[in-house]
């Protein structure tokens, strides 16, 4: 019988379990659930008979994919599929995907959640800052940059956005004014807000320089990868300006530095951005469904490795 692995170190909400359930058992497979697993051993060991499988934010190593003789397709019920292993993938035969799209809302809404947290002081009562008038750049305008230009506009702030692989006419359609280097909209900004894959490109690439453009009160929002900081650089830039604030929804790794910046940072205590049952449904039961056309009728739409 054809096995579907749901491997999710954060799980979904259960009514996302329940309509993946639903999908892969009315096609007669099989679906086997691994949450909250504590090591890779766990993971290893889950994967060893799984045809299909679908993962968050889980490593999907090439220890994992080797291990997962039977395995045919890996759906990351998500965007960013910085955590599996392409290379290893392509080498067994596995198709890899994403969902793009699918949680892109909530993590919007999450980036003006902390936003507005920020501004008004954590809720402590003290006079704060308004977002409307203020100029946001959104770095990279996809799916979740899109959202949180539309967003944005409702709090009345002008929105611009920074995208290479997007043409003028593509980014003033979906609602942003278009400018041509980061360096130019980090220069302009308020705030910023971080939608850029980890690539081996972009990994470090937010550094003491770029930042430092930033206007007086600058607020850095990421909710992408903490990869794609130059956290020691991050550290020292909010060492040298008293006036800028870094909020996150991925820890870094030198969080523990901050204790130095109060009042000027926040972290959550686990990536949430994308942690809604609207989103775990949208992801999940698109990963789903992508696994049953695939193994029905090869289709491959949402394939990223080669
Ligand atoms: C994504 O790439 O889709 C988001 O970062 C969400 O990741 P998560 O599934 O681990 O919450």
Redesign the pocket.
């Known amino acids: 019988m054809t096995k579907v692995l749901i491997a999710t170190d954060?799980p979904f909400a259960p009514v996302a379990v329940k309509g993946i359930r639903e999908i892969v058992e009315a096609q007669g497979y099989e679906l086997a659930l691994l949450e909250k697993y504590t090591s890779p051993e766990e993971l290893i060991a889950a994967v060893a008979d799984v045809d299909a499988m679908i993962i968050?934010?889980d490593k999907a190593t090439k220890e994992v994919i080797d291990a997962a003789k039977k395995l045919k397709v890996i759906v990351r019920?998500?965007?960013?599929y910085d955590n599996i292993d392409l290379q290893a993938c392509t080498d067994h035969g596995v198709v890899a995907m994403n969902t793009p799209g699918q949680?892109s809302n909530a993590?919007a809404e999450l980036v003006f959640g902390m936003a507005v947290y920020l501004a008004r002081n954590f809720y402590n009562g003290k006079s704060g800052h308004e977002l409307k008038g203020k100029k946001i750049g959104v770095h990279a305008y996809g799916n979740v940059g899109q959202n949180v230009g539309r967003i944005a506009k409702g709090f009345g702030m002008e929105v611009y956005a920074f995208d290479p692989f997007m043409t003028d006419e593509q980014i003033k359609a979906a609602g942003a004014t278009p400018l041509h280097s980061a360096e130019e909209m980090y220069a302009m900004c308020d705030y910023v807000s971080l939608h850029i894959p980890a690539t081996e490109k972009t990994k470090k690439s937010i550094n003491y320089e770029l930042l430092n453009r930033m206007p007086k009160g600058a607020v850095l929002i990421n909710?992408a990868r903490k990869e794609v900081i130059n956290e020691e650089e991050l550290v020292k830039l909010m060492a040298d300006r008293p006036d800028f604030k870094y909020i996150s929804d991925i820890a870094p790794d030198n969080a523990a530095e901050y204790a130095q910046f109060e009042g000027r940072y926040f972290f959550t205590p686990k990536?949430?951005?994308?942690?809604t049952e609207e989103a775990n449904v949208n992801?999940g039961l698109a990963a789903a469904r992508q696994i049953v056309a695939f193994l029905e009728h090869g289709d491959a739409k949402f394939k990223v490795n080669k």
């Not at 019920?77 to 960013?80: L, S």
């Not at 990536?271 to 942690?275: C, D, L, W």
């Open positions: 954060k968050r934010s019920a998500g965007a960013g949680n993590v909710t990536k949430m951005g994308a942690q992801a």
